[in-house]
């Protein structure tokens, strides 16, 4: 753990030399993971969700490396391979399993005992937690809804660590998430309406 702690302060201490150039750097990570996130949950499908959120998390992963602040950039290294191992829960008996899903939330146990500094870093595990959950499932709206509260999470890490840009990024993925739940509740809204007047066509028609 010390090991870690050490490799992390060597982190900002060598990138800070940079000077003006280092929150250049950090700031454009920043606003890239901020794009990417944001359209991650207008995709339609599940799977297009998961292959969208990849390369969000490469991006907050390299955001949180140049911060040093180790527990939230593992967090996004097990969010990627989360995200594709459980893109083939459609397509391969395997990935069915519930075993995946007791060994992500393990492995983040594992990680953030070992990259520990403060308590600060319980809201990207409890976050990433709910977030694999909601991942697991095969409901997109469950997914959604679950990953409300996954984003609160990484909400209050961003305030707490004052990651201003992680909190604007957090922010809009969030009202990303609930607009993105207002369209699907209103797409399910039209096709009940449809169902019902298809059927009492198909009974004039048989009537007839």
Known sequence: MDFLHIVSNHIVTTLSKLGVWYNIIVSIVGVVSIIVLFLTYQMKSRDKILFVYIFAAL?????FL???DLTSAFMNIIGIIRSLIFMQREKHKWAKSIFWLFFFIS????CTIFTFSTWKDLFPLIGNIIGTISFFVLNEKILRVLNVATYLFWIGNSISKLYYLALVSDSLAL???IISLIRYRKKKQAQNIEIPEKTKENSKSHSN
């Open 107 to 110: 492995i983040m146990l594992v």
């Open 66 to 68: 140049l911060q040093g």
């Open 59 to 63: 991006s907050w992963m390299t955001y």
């Open 175 to 177: 009202v990303s998430l």
